[in-house]
């Protein structure tokens, strides 16, 4: 537009600053975007420096667009320090504070300032408290101890509430955790026992689309099952209730780098590898463990009563997973041919039922 025209337009400095001027006041993302191509062209990258500092409150992305812009000419000493004062700046309970400081993790980790990107993994959980960032910070060893083991701090704060994301104005969203985000994360958090209290199986067995005991009984079989690499049924139960490995192929991060080679070389999902990665730090008594298998099963053998008997067909193919992950976490515990043993009794209880027994030799790895 202002190069289209045969005369030069009179007073542009004076529309810049009033345009300017307008969208430091205006909330909502595209004021943002519009506001970081005004400052650009008309300031450069210096003066978007300065206008995020000064209308950091109503604008914190644009510190992510400042990143973005160094990231174009590979600057990662700029990310990082724009990172720190942003990360330092911005209400700790903002998402928007996340991304900044995975980006400035990724700067980090490329100039090989390890104790500066643990931190920023750190602040990223903090300001987003997601499983996937819980578990990024059971990445290495070293961050693990230092940060990972705290992650209960951050559930003692938490905004409670269902998320309500702002499709306009998505920067000044809040970390705002859910009951069931909640006991979720308070279960990686190694509070055991209260995550099995919390969530009681639906009188008859139905309806666990609408509560927690699913996943809780999904997260504690997992826990159980002691293999380092995953059983069909043990990867399906994984794949139903982790992060999908699409949402983790574009990191940037070197650890993580490390981790999807890894998981890729093996053959498993990225959240499985995280999983065990994790399950490192939080031990559990064998007697513990069988107490927390024979609730376990109690409530499977239930849920597959009512589905089967209901004959929910949608479903059969979860209580087989669920089915087959008892008997193989019993075996792993030296009970000797427990999936034979259970596909036997399902057999005989259901004989009727073949799309059901379909699903379960499949899982069980029964031929015949």
Known sequence: MFHAGRENLTETEQFWNDWISLLKTKNGD??????????????????????ANDNYMVHP???????????????????????????????????????????????SSYLNHTEKAMLFCWESF??????????????????????GMRAKEVLTSRIKGTPAASIRNSELNQNIISDYIYNELNFYTGNFE??????KNPSGSLGWSSCFVGEEICLFLLYLFEDAIPSK????????????DKSVQDEEIEFEKKIIDE?????????????????????MEADEKKQYLTWAEKIVHSRAEAIVGGQHRRQYGDVAVLL?????I?????????????????KRKFPRHSSFQAEMKNYFGIRG
């Open 30 to 51: 595209t004021e943002s975007r519009l506001l970081k191509e005004a400052v650009l062209y008309h300031e450069g990258i210096n003066g978007l420096v300065k206008i």
């Open 126 to 147: 903090r300001s987003d408290s997601t499983v996937r960032n819980l578990l990024r910070l059971f990445g290495t060893r070293e961050m693990a101890e230092r940060y």
């Open 263 to 283: 998981s890729n070389r093996n053959k498993t999902s990225i959240f499985w590898n995280y999983f065990q990665r994790w399950k490192q730090y939080f031990s």
């Open 194 to 199: 209260a995550v099995k209290a919390v969530s």
């Open 324 to 328: 087959a992950m008892i008997a193989e």
């Open 61 to 107: 992305s644009l510190y992510m667009e400042i990143m973005n812009e160094y990231d174009k000419n590979h600057g990662y000493s700029q990310i990082e320090k724009i990172g720190e004062n942003a990360i330092e700046k911005i209400d700790s309970k903002m998402t928007i504070r996340s991304k900044i400081a995975l980006k400035a993790a990724y700067a």
């Open 233 to 244: 049924a043990a990867a399906a139960v994984a794949n139903s209730i982790g992060f999908s």
């Open 330 to 346: 019993k075996e792993q515990m030296g009970e000797k041919g427990m999936r034979q043993e259970i596909f036997a009794i399902y």
